[in-house]
Every structure is written in C-alpha cells, then in structure tokens.
T-cell receptor, first 114, second 114 residues
Framework: SQTIHQWPATLVQPVGSPLSLECTVEGTSNPNLYWYRQAAGRGLQLLFY??????ISSEVPQNLSASRPQDRQFILSSKKLLLSDSGFYLCAWSGAAHSNQPQHFGDGTRLSIL | TQLLEQSPQFLSIQEGENLTVYCNSSSVFSSLQWYRQEPGEGPVLLVTVVTGGEVKKLKRLTFQFGDARKDSSLHITAAQPGDTGLYLCAGGPISSGSARQLTFGSGTQLTVLP
C-alpha cells in the first residue's frame, strides 16, 4: 500500500533562518506531488506541484522554493524565512492517470516563525 | 481562476441533528471531491462524484453533485461527535493540464456537541 511521510511534524524557526521540509512517498511510482499551505481552519493554498523529477511548477510567488531530486521525494525550502511563512504545510501525492484521482496527504508540518 | 466557496464557514450542532454543507462555484468541474480533516492531520478523502446530478451515500453522509457540475452538497443525518472536523470540497479541472490540480474550497468547520 502507498504511504506518505512528511517531517518534521512541528518546527519553530527564527525570522531570516533557512527552511527545509521533506516529503517522501512509498508504494507508488511517478506520482504527482504537491505542497500546500493552510491557514487555521481554512482551505488549502497550492504552493508547488511536480509531475516528475526536476519538474516544478509554482502557483504563488513567494520566498519559498521546491525541488524533486528523486521520483518520490519532494522538498520545500527557503533561504530566509519571513513571519508570514508561518502556517501548516501539507505534502500530497496523486496518481497521474486522470484529473479525478484523489490526493493523499501527509500529516503536515506546523511551522512557527518567531 | 476557479474558486469554490463553502458555506457555512462554521457550524456547531447538537448530537443527533441533521446538517447540510454547501460548496458552490461559477466554474464547471470535471469532478468534486470531499475531504475531512482533523486537527494536526492531513485531509482524508471521503468521496468523489463525477457525473452531474450524481448522489453518493457513505453511511450517514450523502453527497450530491449539481446537475451543471458547478456545486455540491454534503448532508449528514443524525450527526455524532465523531463527525467533528474540517470539511473541504475540491474540484477537479475541466482541462487536462500537466498535473492534476484540485481547487480546494474554503472549508466548513463542523463541531458536533454530545
């Protein structure tokens, strides 16, 4: 069965520090991968998505970046965090077959910027 | 830009009551998915509806996709405290892009009081 792992679960970082959040998927190959940010109790804002190794599409201009160094690994990074980067970050994967494929989410990372 | 508006944003009811959550858009979607999310976790798929007018039942939950595939509703009968959570609708794209991107609704926070 397929699983998705996301870490760390919580992170407290000072303003201006770098960031690296990692997400890995097991049990499937060539998944579509996604990074979302979620404000408390609200919907999901798509940040990045990837259809293959090295292929990254950005949805929202920001000081974050994403990379996909391996088929089932997706990394969210920043060189200098801002206060506004605080939030709940979710990684997800879906099959690449058609648009009705569900997305499967990790348990998220709660990021607090001080 | 496709947008999905959910209403109500917050809903607090007593155990045993019925409720309906709405998901509306001016855009047409290829499918509509409903997710439930609990605090500190990622959303989990409940159902996917793909045909205009389609109705799906999952125990006490009834999902309907509008005839024009622009809206959807979730009805819960005899709500229980275990139904508490954030309910998110998500629309699948009509056009086949390079990735299967979902448009997420703004969310409905449901609290069922014992």
């Amino acid at each position: 069965s397929q699983t998705i792992h996301q870490w760390p679960a919580t992170l407290v970082q000072p303003v201006g520090s770098p960031l690296s959040l990692e997400c890995t998927v097991e049990g499937t190959s060539n998944p579509n991968l996604y990074w979302y940010r979620q404000a408390a109790g609200r919907g999901l804002q798509l940040l990045f998505y990837s259809v293959g190794i090295g292929q990254i599409s950005s949805e929202v201009p920001q000081n974050l970046s994403a990379s996909r160094p391996q088929d089932r690994q997706f990394i969210l990074s920043s060189k200098k965090l801002l206060l506004s980067d605080s939030g709940f970050y979710l990684c997800a994967w879906s099959g690449a077959a058609h648009s009705n494929q569900p997305q499967h989410f990790g348990d998220g990372t709660r990021l607090s910027i001080l | 830009t496709q947008l999905l508006e959910q209403s109500p944003q917050f809903l607090s009811i007593q155990e045993g009551e019925n409720l309906t959550v709405y998901c509306n858009s001016s855009s047409v979607f290829s499918s509509l998915q409903w997710y439930r999310q609990e605090p500190g976790e990622g959303p989990v798929l409940l159902v996917t509806v793909v045909t205009g007018g389609e109705v799906k039942k999952l125990k006490r939950l009834t999902f309907q996709f509008g005839d024009a595939r622009k809206d959807s509703s979730l009805h819960i009968t005899a709500a229980q405290p275990g139904d508490t959570g954030l309910y998110l609708c998500a629309g699948g794209p009509i056009s086949s892009g390079s990735a299967r991107q979902l448009t997420f609704g703004s969310g409905t926070q449901l609290t069922v009081l014992p």
